[in-house]
């Protein structure tokens, strides 16, 4: 059975690459595992078969014949462990590896999702300006630290491109707006590589063109 994962059939990301999906379809064109799209609506989310694979009604889910999974980053992980490519062989680079995955999704993006969410929900309310600072500044505590980690190397672990990489890049792409990384140097190199790398090329036209058929432009 091939890999199919499931995706917005109308992204509310308009085409930048930051849904959910991005990061799996990024991990599956790294290792050069082909797979399939199954577009799914809002409406569809919360049916019983979707709700049945993923019980949040989110995407993306993950299924390949032998395993069915939900949270992009636990498929990314099982991507990663199953293929050669995107973990190092060594164990204690491979578990540094691992770790760079969490600390991305449990250290460095809550920080930036708040940020984001209060320039979503909140920026009509009269202490949004106020509270605008210390957000900025939990993220920066973060990026402060990711650079001091990275310095002057390529990428995170023993100058390697990993799973750690491809989901810490996936966090800081969201800052691309905000200005944030602008006093990060580093960082920003960083993400430049990753996102000049053919797989990620691969996976935004991909995820774009889902946008362009949707009638988006």
């Known amino acids: 059975m091939p890999v199919t994962i499931t995706a917005f059939a109308a992204s509310p990301d308009r085409g930048r690459g930051m849904a959910r999906d991005m990061p799996v379809r990024w991990a599956l064109e790294e290792?050069?595992?082909?797979?399939?799209?199954?577009?799914?609506?809002?409406a569809e989310m919360k049916e019983p078969a979707?709700?049945?694979?993923?019980?949040?009604?989110?995407?993306?889910?993950?299924?390949?014949?032998?395993v069915a999974l939900f949270e992009s980053g636990a498929i990314v992980l099982h991507i990663a462990q199953s293929h050669a490519g995107l973990l190092p062989e060594e164990?204690?680079?491979?578990?540094?590896?691992?770790?760079?995955?969490?600390?991305?999704?449990?250290?460095?993006?809550?920080p930036v999702l708040d940020r984001e969410t209060a320039g979503f929900l909140?920026?009509?309310?009269?202490?949004?300006?106020?509270?605008?600072?210390?957000?900025?500044?939990?993220?920066?505590?973060?990026?402060?630290?990711l650079a001091a980690s990275l310095g002057e190397a390529e990428w995170l672990v023993d100058g390697a491109f990993s799973a750690g990489d491809l989901q810490m890049v996936t966090v800081l792409r969201r800052l691309g707006s905000?200005?944030?990384?602008?006093?990060?140097?580093?960082?920003?190199?960083?993400?430049?590589?990753?996102?000049?790398?053919?797989?990620?090329?691969r996976a935004f036209a991909a995820q774009r063109a889902v946008f362009e058929a949707s009638g988006g432009g």
Request: aromatic share 10%; proline share 9%; charged share 20%.
């Open 91 to 110: 164990p204690g680079a491979r578990g540094r590896a691992i770790a760079w995955l969490f600390a991305a999704l449990s250290t460095m993006e809550p």
């Open 122 to 145: 909140e920026a009509s309310e009269p202490w949004h300006a106020a509270r605008q600072p210390l957000l900025e500044s939990r993220i920066c505590a973060r990026l402060d630290a």
């Open 50 to 66: 979707h709700l049945g694979l993923q019980p949040f009604g989110q995407i993306p889910t993950y299924e390949d014949g032998t």
């Open 31 to 42: 290792v050069g595992r082909p797979y399939e799209v199954r577009l799914v609506s809002f």
């Open 178 to 201: 905000s200005g944030l990384l602008d006093g990060y140097p580093t960082l920003a190199a960083y993400v430049a590589r990753a996102e000049a790398r053919p797989a990620f090329q």
